[in-house]
């Protein structure tokens, strides 16, 4: 009898210490989850607040070099513009590159060309040239984007280097930026890339084909030829309709 009455009592101990323990583990996780959660929303709202202030900061300093711009528009002399440009602290490259480029998105002749001018003076366009190498898609993607807004000739050897051996987001910015440059000599890429890009992709390469003017437009038969499967008549129809369009504006 009293070997029974231990027994039931070592049992009734150990289940009231693995209770103990249960709850203790779970008041443990509870409390360190809780931790967590606050160190990671302290973390994001310090995130956010460096970011805000940092935009805050940038777009101050951005007021200093737009006057800058404004010269190009007024077509004053390149030396005036390049030292109205020139960086004012060390860093502030990336700063002035954004209004620049920000701003030849919209110009036309003389102007856009004096900025342009202006990029090489500033050697702008000399650090981009050196991006292309960069082991960051990031990088490379943001230095392919500003040559084609610049363009940039001396860029696209460099771009063709790399587009190969480049995902398809990136083609797809390598390609942008080609044909913002507008040489019809990379046509011919154009149509060999096109077998490494999905039937859905064609029109997008296509549409990006017509800003090379004349000489795109007649290689376009040729993609067509090669992807016959990629233009059905209903997409060759959206496809004339934009054509059409862009005849319009010559």
Known sequence: MSSLWSERTFHKITAALQGHVSL????????????????LSATLLLLRTYHRLREKYRE??????????EMAVLEAPLAEIVLALRPKRWGEAEIVQEVVLDAMRHLLGPPFHLLREATFELRLMERNLKALRSRSRFHRGRAMNALGLMRSSQAIVGILDILENEPLDMKLVALRALASIGDPAVLPYFIRISDQLSPAMMVRLASLMLEFGPPGRRKITDLIGRHPEAFPPRVMQDFLKELAADLEKL
Do not use: D, E, I
Not at 30 to 35: A, I
Not at 60 to 69: A, D, N, S, W
């Open 60 to 69: 101050g300093r951005k007021t200093l070099y737009r006057p800058g711009v």
């Open 24 to 39: 203790q583990f779970v008041v443990m996780t509870s409390v360190t989850l809780f931790w967590l959660a606050a160190l």
